[in-house]
């Protein structure tokens, strides 16, 4: 929205691939630079204590409150919510779902006993050690999380943003976002 507002941007990486869109569709994205830059997974999260091992046990009667970005506008609900939908379980598990204003909120949920569980992306389950991750979401059915970046188009420094996001996709700059838990974009599912 900032970007869309006027605001003064030289280069956009987005959490995902819906808001590259909107600032393409509104003609500020530079032709020619949208790359993908890394890639996130989903992950289920349980209190260490839980004895939730899969997906499919989120179903069971102690699992009262699942936390969830708001499938509607937060990215990780709405890469949660495509999943579970792919899997056939979102309408069983809809009732316990509890949607948050993000993926940290869904995070504390979890911490404080709010919920039993949360979908979370891999990134932030890191820094949440006293959870245990219990499925990492892979495969066919998994959403595709792509992180892209762009030159904005009204940029100021358009030759040094450009040299920037080409940075970003370098085997040394790789190997740090790898250390934070992203993955390359070959291996985004």
Request: charged share 20%.
């Amino acid at each position: 929205r900032q970007i869309v507002n006027g605001a003064p941007v030289d280069l956009f990486i987005s959490a995902d691939e819906a808001q590259m869109e909107v600032v393409e569709k509104a003609d500020l994205v530079r032709a020619g630079t949208r790359v993908p830059v890394v890639a996130n997974r989903l992950v289920l999260v349980v209190d260490s204590r839980s004895r939730v091992t899969a997906v499919t046990d989120l179903g069971v009667a102690e699992i009262r409150r699942i936390a969830i970005g708001d499938p509607v506008a937060v990215p990780a609900g709405v890469y949660a919510r495509q999943y579970l939908e792919r899997i056939n379980e979102w309408t069983r598990l809809q009732p316990k779902m509890v949607p948050v204003a993000n993926v940290r909120a869904a995070l504390t949920a979890v911490q404080n006993g709010s919920a039993d569980a949360a979908f979370v992306y891999a990134t932030d389950a890191r820094i949440a050690p006293a959870l245990r991750v219990v499925a990492t979401i892979t495969g066919p059915q998994a959403p595709r999380i792509v992180y892209p970046g762009a030159v904005v188009r009204t940029s100021r420094h358009p030759q040094a943003a450009a040299t920037f996001l080409e940075f970003l996709r370098t085997p040394p700059a790789l190997a740090i976002f790898e250390q934070h838990g992203f993955a390359p974009v070959t291996d985004a599912r």
